[in-house]
């Protein structure tokens, strides 16, 4: 089945500057990769998704990039602000999956004012 | 406004007590899942149903049960013989569960039980 690893586990950074979380997945077959924003005591909300059509994908401070041959992709937060603190999940999908996802680790990002 | 209901927020259980967690869906999605998160790890697939009165099992189903009787309700009952049950669980659902990747997942807020 799928695997999907995140890295880092922890990320602090400074108020205005750049995050990056980066994702690997296992199953080449996999064509849907969504991030999610998780805050504390909540349930997990999707902030932005990329499909294997496509190499990058960006709405206003966040980005997502996608290299299906190396089979990683990655979140980039940039002008972080205080209320991007939160813990964010990357996910995998593969066609023929009921399961729909298969969801990294998790990484708690930071963001000191 | 639809969504999905969880709970209670909070549980306690004592050892050896069999105990139900509710998830309700207003969105009118066919999938439902139930996952568990434990502190600084991922969400890891309990039970999963595709349609009413059907349903699977995750990766880590041993000593949870479920039932989807109504397309809307898909309760988690976590019995005595699972054995460290305290964590936060969270019940999702998409719009089809026919076999298509990339349908969005929704959550709901979550429930955390705790073993006394």
């Not at chain 1, 602000?81 to 964010?88: F, L």
């Not at chain 2, 709970?7 to 999938?31: I, M, W």
């Not at chain 2, 349609?51 to 039932?67: C, L, P, T, W």
Request: with cysteine.
């Amino acid at each position: 089945g799928e695997n999907v690893e995140q890295h880092p586990s922890t990320l602090s950074v400074q108020e205005g500057d750049s995050a990056v979380i980066k994702c690997t997945y296992s199953d080449s077959a996999s064509n849907y990769f969504p991030w999610y924003k998780q805050e504390l005591g909540k349930g997990p909300q999707l902030i932005i998704d990329i499909r294997s059509n496509v190499g990058e994908k960006k709405d206003q401070r966040i980005a997502v990039t996608l290299n299906k041959t190396a089979k990683h992709f990655s979140l980039h937060i940039t002008e972080t602000q205080p209320e991007d603190s939160a813990v964010y999940f990357c996910a995998a999908s593969s066609p023929g999956s009921a399961r729909q996802l298969t969801f990294g680790s998790g990484t708690q990002l930071t963001v000191l004012p | 406004d639809g969504g999905i209901t969880q709970s209670p927020k909070y549980l306690f259980r004592k050892e050896g007590q069999n105990v139900t967690l509710s998830c309700e869906q207003n969105l009118n999605h066919d999938a439902m899942y139930w996952y568990r998160q434990d502190p600084g790890q991922g969400l890891r697939l309990i039970y999963y149903s595709q349609i009413v009165n059907d349903f699977q099992k995750g990766d880590i189903a041993e000593g949870y049960s479920v039932s989807r009787e109504k397309k809307e309700s898909f309760p988690l009952t976590v019995t005595s013989a699972q054995k460290n049950p305290t964590a936060f669980y969270l019940c999702a659902s998409t719009v089809t569960g026919v076999i298509v990747s990339g349908n969005t997942i929704y959550f709901g807020e979550g429930s955390w039980l705790t073993v006394v």
